[in-house]
């Protein structure tokens, strides 16, 4: 297990006698929950471990590296360095702005992909409390294949609503959406997303800023940021479509912290981490 330390071993050791003997998810955590974050996804990103099998049964496994890479555009310690500061934004802006613990709250990640930031939410709630939407179904198939406990639902990819009932969440969170949604879609996401938060809830969305352009033409070989960066400065934001019908509201999206503003949210911050550069957090609650 990767920079697994022993201070984090009486701990695991535990929460696999308890597995062994036949404990729930939720009593297991309780026991994992004794680790630092950084060690609980650790031990997330290394499931299944042979290690420990009573966890490695009770425990989602995770994603192979093939679909972190297709997904994501990197795998394994790099990437989970990136999912473990933008768990640390969520829990600090949290506790920061809502005056209390995240830990017992009701989750939303929206737009959940495979589940890589959903694994790290079960450090601070229940699967029971935690919910993972997506408009593709091949990301859910993949949440289940992988026995990812929760709720898990579709949503249109243009959503007036969301597939959760009336259920409200104290955190709603999106991480890479708003910066490939086209602006109609981003602003019904807005929209939809807003009747789902409870009256002191927080919802952290990532944008992309301007400065992703030229990094993204070095990347790919291309030459679109004169334009895009022009387009930015005029509009508050410059939307590149995919090729193909998806392209209609999906593609890639610089904007304004100010672009989220309305649709019944208020912006009351953001967040950045030098790990991930051109993922800006907007902090957001309902107005």
């Not at 299944?48 to 049964?57: C, E, F, Q, T």
């Not at 994603?63 to 310690?77: F, L, N, P, R, Y």
């Not at 790290?120 to 709630?125: E, Q, R």
């Not at 593709?136 to 609503?161: H, I, M, N, Y």
Request: aromatic content about 12%; hydrophobic content about 40%.
């Amino acid at each position: 297990m990767a920079s697994m330390f022993s201070v984090a071993i009486p701990h695991l050791n535990a929460a696999e006698r308890a597995a062994a003997g036949g404990c729930t998810l939720e009593e297991a955590l309780v026991f994992l929950r004794r680790l630092s974050l950084d060690d609980f996804g650790l031990l997330m990103i290394s499931l299944p471990n042979r290690d420990y099998p009573g966890l490695s049964r009770l425990l989602p496994a995770m994603a192979s590296e093939d679909v972190q890479k297709t997904w994501t555009g990197a795998s394994g310690i790099d990437l989970y360095r990136q999912t473990s500061t933008f768990a640390r934004q969520l829990e600090n802006n949290f506790t920061k702005y809502i005056k209390a613990p995240l830990a017992g709250s009701e989750i939303l990640d929206f737009g959940c992909g495979y589940g890589r930031i959903l694994r790290m939410m079960y450090y601070y709630s229940d699967p029971a409390n935690i919910w993972g939407v997506d408009a593709w179904d091949k990301s859910l198939d993949l949440c289940r294949e992988a026995r990812l406990p929760g709720k898990f639902a579709q949503s249109e990819r243009v959503p007036s609503t969301l597939p959760v009932g009336d259920q409200k969440f104290d955190l709603i969170f999106a991480f890479s959406v708003f910066t490939h949604l086209a602006p109609p879609a981003a602003r019904a996401c807005l929209a939809a997303l807003r009747n789902h938060i409870k009256p002191r809830g927080l919802f952290v969305a990532t944008i992309r800023p301007i400065e992703f352009w030229p990094f993204i033409d070095r990347v790919r070989n291309t030459s679109f940021t004169s334009k895009m960066q022009s387009d930015h400065h005029r509009n508050g934001f410059a939307y590149l479509p995919h090729a193909g019908p998806e392209g209609e509201t999906y593609g890639d999206i610089t904007c304004e912290i100010d672009f989220l503003r309305g649709h019944g949210w208020r912006v009351i911050g953001h967040d950045r981490s030098i790990l991930d550069p051109f993922q800006v957090s907007v902090l957001m609650q309902p107005d």
